[in-house]
């Protein structure tokens, strides 16, 4: 599947399940894309490994369904790449944000800041 590009995903964030795989250190200074979901890669495997209940506990919101479409993005979208092969890997439909989060801020998308 594509990467996804600002455009598409400013227009039609609310379809996706988008998750951050930057620390929680890196969104909580430069901020995040309001409804994205933060889990470290360092973590991601293995958070998709958890029972449902056991992630919803651990990462305070629902694990996405196997039929969501998920963006993953960080800081430049190295790391959201390895990301989406992760994801693929557990049977997620999974795109990525090529530009990540500095292609969103250069392009004027909302910023939040604290914990997504």
Known sequence: ?????????????????????????????????????????????????????????????EKPKEDATVITLCQKGGRARKARELMVAAGFITRVYGGSFDDWKANGGEVEFGKP
């Open 1 to 61: 599947m594509s990467d996804i590009d600002f455009e598409e995903l400013n227009d039609k964030k609310d379809e996706f399940f988008i998750i951050d795989v930057r620390s929680p250190g890196e969104l909580e200074y430069q901020g995040h894309i309001p409804g994205a979901h933060n889990i470290p890669l360092s973590e991601l495997d293995e958070a998709m490994a958890l029972e449902d209940e056991e992630f919803t506990e651990k990462y305070g919101f």
